[in-house]
Each structure stands twice: as structure tokens, then as C-alpha cells.
């Protein structure tokens, strides 16, 4: 007697077809909800802990300590903040505009150009900068600048002038710094609209007759305008915020809004009205992001992000 039983055919086809849709499952990039939660519980504790806990506590005690909500009078009302906001305004924009030229002409080259070795080249160049550190990057342009460095020893060399120019210790040394920092950002910000720009475009509108600057102006421009405009925001917030540059290549005459920071915490011991300075810092990176988010969309900026 046998004791082997067959199952039904029905019972076999429906356990097949279960098999091949297991087996012809679409893979996806995108994580269940059940394994993403568990990986994302160390980020949300560091964020928690680093982030949003020491700014709530920055913004608490800006108006809890010292003279509470007037620490803000304060700061605003002292000559020391009020040209300090002047100065990082003013030399943070020149570095957005010089950044953001400098970065989209980069992005353009790499977009357009045939030769795989300048293509390296320009993005060697690039990401240079992110392999130096801080100081070791402020002390090339210290030696740069100096008065018997190579800028003011080719100056003499060819008669334009008649003695080293002081530029250490001045706005353009700080804004040459931050510039040579804060140009890859912008690069990189800059970098994904170009690479969507179609060059046929410009082919059709050079056989149209356009000039290349009208080509430009009229037809590359308003295609990567939102990738341009993130790109200086980005550089913008990031630039308000430097210390080290300033301190080392500006000294005493190119005060920043962190250089201030720092004298009256550590100098001055007036804690309140750091606070208060740094929220007011803090205020104005938001609501540069803010309306720029505004203008051209929170993907732009994400995508200048990285």
C-alpha cells in the first residue's frame, strides 16, 4: 500500500503562481516603512540633541537672561553689533555675487566643454578646496597677501607699482578668502541646472543669429535661474556665519557678526546679549532660505544642498 499522496492540481497551480510573484517582485529604492523608522531613530536622537534642543535653548536664553527681551535693544542699540551686521551683510553679499559668477561659469565650462582633461581639471580644482582644512587654506592666501608674498613681488616685478600694497588685514583679503571657500557650494548648487540645459537650444539660437551673450542672457539663464538664485542663497546663509577667515585675514578691521559673538562671551562675559546677537544671525540665514524656498521651490534648494 502506498503512503505517497498527490496534492491537487488547483493546491499546486495557486502555490506556483505565488512563488513567481514573489519571484517577479519589483525591487524598489525605497525602504518599508517598519525597516526605515528603526534606522531613522539615531538621526532624530543627534538631530534632537544637537539641533533642535540647543537652538530652543539659544532662543530661551536670549530672552530669560540678563535684561530678558531687551538683550535685543542691546545688541541693536551697541555701535560694536550694528557695524559688525554692516560689514557681514555687506562682504557676505560680495562673496555671494563673486561665488555664484565664478560657479556658474565653472558649471558651464564642464557642461559644454569636449575635453575630458579639462573637465578633470575643473573639478579637481573644485574639490580642492573641501580636501584643506580651515587654516591651512587661510594661511595660503595669509602668504598670498603678504608684503613680500607673490602677488606684491609680480606687482613690482612689472613697474605697477612702487612699493608692496598692504593687503592683509582688509575686506578684499576677507572676501578673497571666503570666495576661494564658498565657491565650490556654488558650484555644486549651480551645477544640476546646468546639466539639464538642452545645447541644442543654443545651436538653434546661434543659427537664429543671437549673439553668444544673447544666447546666453536669454535662453541658458532663465533655465538655470532657479539653480543660481539657490546657489546664492546657500552661499549667502553660510557666508554670514564665518569666524576663522575674517579673524585671520581681516583682523580688527573686518569685523563679523561671529567675531562679535565670540568677544562677548569669552571677552566681555555678556552672555545675554551673544544670545541675542545670535539669534538675530540665526534670523537672518531662516529668512534668506525662507524666501528663496519662496521664489524657487523647495527643490532647487535641495538639489544646492546636495
Do not use: C
Amino acid at each position: 500500500m502506498s503512503l505517497v499522496t498527490e496534492r491537487p492540481d488547483n493546491v499546486a497551480g495557486d502555490e506556483n503562481k505565488r512563488g513567481d510573484r514573489k519571484r517577479t517582485r519589483p525591487w524598489s529604492s525605497t525602504l518599508p516603512l517598519r525597516t526605515a523608522l528603526p534606522m531613522m531613530v539615531p538621526l532624530g536622537i543627534a538631530l534632537i540633541l544637537f539641533v533642535v534642543y540647543p537652538l530652543i535653548r539659544l532662543l530661551w536664553d536670549s530672552v530669560t537672561t540678563g535684561n530678558g527681551p531687551g538683550n535685543y535693544a542691546d545688541a541693536l542699540s551697541s555701535g560694536a553689533v550694528r557695524r559688525a551686521i554692516g560689514v557681514t551683510l555687506l562682504d557676505s553679499a560680495v562673496v555671494m555675487l563673486l561665488a555664484v559668477v565664478g560657479g556658474t561659469a565653472l558649471a558651464w565650462a564642464v557642461r559644454t566643454s569636449r575635453h575630458k582633461w579639462l573637465k578633470g581639471l575643473i573639478w579637481g580644482a573644485v574639490l580642492l578646496p573641501f580636501w584643506m582644512g580651515v587654516v591651512v587654506k587661510n594661511y595660503a592666501f595669509a602668504l598670498l597677501l603678504a608684503r613680500e608674498g607673490p602677488i606684491n613681488s609680480v606687482l613690482l616685478d612689472l613697474g605697477l607699482i612702487r612699493q608692496p600694497l598692504e593687503l592683509m588685514y582688509t575686506p578684499i583679503a576677507v572676501v578673497l578668502g571666503m570666495t576661494y571657500t564658498m565657491l565650490p557650494y556654488a558650484f555644486l548648487a549651480v551645477f544640476p541646472s546646468v546639466g539639464t540645459v538642452n545645447l541644442d537650444l543654443i545651436n538653434a539660437s546661434r543659427v537664429m543669429g543671437a549673439s553668444q551673450r544673447g544666447t546666453f542672457a536669454r535662453v541658458v539663464l532663465p533655465l538655470i535661474r532657479p539653480g543660481v538664485i539657490a546657489g546664492g542663497a546657500i552661499v549667502f546663509a553660510m557666508a554670514i556665519g564665518f569666524y576663522v577667515t575674517p579673524v585671520l585675514l581681516g583682523g580688527a578691521q573686518t569685523p563679523f557678526i561671529a567675531s562679535v559673538i565670540s568677544d562677548d562671551i569669552f571677552r566681555f562675559f555678556d552672555y545675554p546679549r551673544a544670545a541675542a546677537t545670535s539669534v538675530i544671525l540665526l534670523v537672518i540665514a531662516l529668512t534668506t532660505l525662507a524666501v528663496t524656498i519662496k521664489a524657487v521651490g523647495l527643490r532647487a534648494v535641495r538639489g544646492g544642498l546636495g
